[in-house]
């Protein structure tokens, strides 16, 4: 497999990592400002607006995929995240609470979007003897990612002692290595 599949599947971990991290990131912002009486609120809103996406709008990522570059999409996608990260960054540090929601929503619906180009265009870049193996990498690396990104909020939820300006600060890094590593796919 060769450089332009591994940096795909680093971009896709990365992706994976920053989703999740940030989805915890708002459950602890959202529960710290409203109250631990709310959790199972947040929890349940958090991950319906974190799902919703996928099913509402993979099937467009499908149709951008088929009519557009999937590179291109590839790093539209990482560049919008940076900015949406960023906007998050702002509604974190002026508390603009329920609102971030909104941001959640826009994340995952430009992973909804990228999905299917991450997908189908690994056959462009593998062998068709190389097609299965490379995309158990990149399962294998999109639940590390997950994992690794649910683990991360926590540790930084500790380490910060709660400043979600700092952990939106690992979001937007992360955003702009994935950003990065895309940009260098060919």
């Known amino acids: ?15 994976a990592l920053n989703e999740n991290l940030f989805k915890y990131i708002v459950v602890y912002f959202l529960i710290f400002y409203q109250g631990h009486k709310n959790t199972s609120t947040i929890m349940a809103l958090t991950g319906a607006i974190f799902i919703l996406p996928f099913i509402l709008f993979s099937s467009l990522g499908g149709l951008f995929a088929d009519r557009f570059s999937k590179t291109k999409i590839i790093k539209k996608t990482r560049f919008m995240q940076i900015a949406l990260m960023t906007l998050a960054l702002l509604f974190v540090a002026f508390r603009l609470g329920n609102l971030i929601y909104l941001i959640l929503f826009v994340v995952t619906s430009l992973s909804a979007i990228f999905g299917p180009s991450k997908y189908g265009i690994i056959s462009e870049l ?61």
């Open 126 to 186: 593998v062998t068709k003897k190389e097609l299965l193996k490379a995309n158990g990498y990149i399962a294998a690396f999109t639940f590390f990612g997950i994992i690794l990104g649910t683990a991360l909020a926590s540790l930084l939820d500790t380490l910060t002692h709660q400043t979600f300006t700092f952990m939106m600060i690992a979001c937007i890094a992360i955003s702009i290595l994935g950003t990065f590593l895309s940009c260098l796919m060919d």
């Open 1 to 15: 497999m060769g450089r332009s599949f591994s940096l795909l599947n680093a971009v896709q971990f990365l992706d």
